[in-house]
């Protein structure tokens, strides 16, 4: 049984191919359109199908439309109708469009796969999907589950029991009950996008809780084993006022300068969030008294907070998925219908992040011969990288299957050394181009992971870069290009057996100085993470990576700017000729 499984009602837009109850593929539409998030949530595109992103499910599976047996949408209009209310946005009308565009979905998937579904089409709910994206791949019998995000049809979080393959809801909170959504209107009033979280994570390390504690806990509050939010004080779309501007200052515009009045409310955001979390955790573990906990939803991209759950102890294993945003709930849908229709249970415990398109030494020197550059063959590619991230040179490493997810996992990543203190400033600025707050991550071989990290029990969610660990206090002056202000890091444990490439590359890193770990950061500059040989050269032109690795192919910095000047060369020639 092929389940094609498809997310697109709001943002990342994603598609996941079960076979057989076999997670064989999942991607992101981002990936291949080059458009972040895939497309932007507006109430009047759920129909707009992430296609590029089905179409290579297919074609990674060797399946032709003909084939799919069940397609699995990631939202159910029937249960947004009866569970949301149209005055929660600023205009009733756009709950009209929302669901008149939500009608044509059907429709669009049978346009894509040329023949009528009819049954064989399903409408998931929202948190069902992500519950099932955690559950599955975490590998568990039986789980407690948390789902936190903005919203589903009407839910912000939602608790859940799982047995076997069955998953049955424990308790809702609805609109406007939002962790996600105060993240939006916060990121929103400091300058950055609605979906700049992770910048807000970033900050808050710099910043002072204390400052702005009594305005959030007008915001929010914060009982033993639940929270509410007051969506005048925060100032949602249904809200007649909005007091945010009392409370917390005016906006701040995206050009302005970041003072420390905007450090502070950062700050009190992650921790009124702390405090949110694990007051459904305590009250999830009292309903359900299970050891394990699954976590999804976009708040399970926090890492500070998946830290504060994980050292709790109220579970004992926390699994979080690699992609626990809206992209994993393409897996999830998929999931779910898999378990109504089929009486042999799924593949259970296959969390690996890569699970996109890889390329083979062919395609790639067909993208280098049309781009002009000059490659070369590298003997000991993991060998080769490694001396030039010690020599302090900044690596693109390109290799295998795509990562699914919004982190890099060392198969499309940027790689430096942790020893350089200016090492964070030269990525943000030279690289990135992005924010000099902005911190970067350690990945770690597994086995020297607790000589440098306070990570307690690995678990396999450490190894998709979802908790910040404390960085030993003697080990700080190392590594100082991956140091949060807090003396945390956000870490990834590298395990030979899930990734024996980048395993190596580390491994040659740490005989050449000591260091078992490098920074790395997702392979991009102010766009999507790279997928393709062309999308990696194209990132690789207009930065400052000194090398870029795909299989055994390498591209210096000579080879990049030898062209770059000829090209020069020739424009200035052809302007004297043209006058």
Known sequence: MNILGINSVYHDSAAALLVDGKLVVAVEEERFNRIKYGKLPDVDNPHQFPERAIRFCLHYAGLTAGDIDHVAYSFDPQLRRTRFRPEWWVDPRFEEVFLLRLGQVRGVADELLGRPLRQRFHFVPHHLAHAASAYFPSGFDRAAILVIDGIGEAAGSTLWKAVGTKIKPVETFDYPHSLGFVWEIICGHLGFSTYDASKLMGLAAYGNPEVFRREFQAIMQVGKEDYAIDPEAIGFQSAKSSQLESLLGPPRDPGMEILRRHVDIAAALQEATNAAVMALVRRLKREVPFDKLCFAGGVALNCVTNELVRQSGEFSDVFIPTAPHDAGTAVGAAFVVHCAKQKTPPERGNSTPYLGPAFNRREILAAVKSAGLAPRRSKSPARDAAEMVADG??????????????????????????????????????????????????????????????????????????????????????????????????VQLVRRESNPRFHELISCFFALTGVPLVVNTSFNDSEPIVCTPTDAIVTFRKSGIDALFMDDVVLTAESRDLILSLSESWRTSSRVCCR
């Open 393 to 490: 040179k900044i690596v693109a490493w390109f290799q295998g299957r795509m990562e699914f997810g919004p982190r890099a996992l060392g198969n499309r990543s940027l790689l430096a050394d942790p020893r350089r203190p200016d090492m964070r400033n030269i990525l943000n600025q030279m690289v990135k181009h992005r924010e000099d707050f902005r911190p970067f991550a350690p990945s770690v071989l597994a086995e020297h992971a607790d000589e440098w990290f306070e990570v307690g029990a690995h678990t396999r969610s450490h190894e998709f870069m979802l908790f910040a660990c404390g960085v030993k206090p003697e080990r700080r002056d190392r590594i100082p290009a991956v140091l949060h202000q807090d003396g945390s890091a956000r």
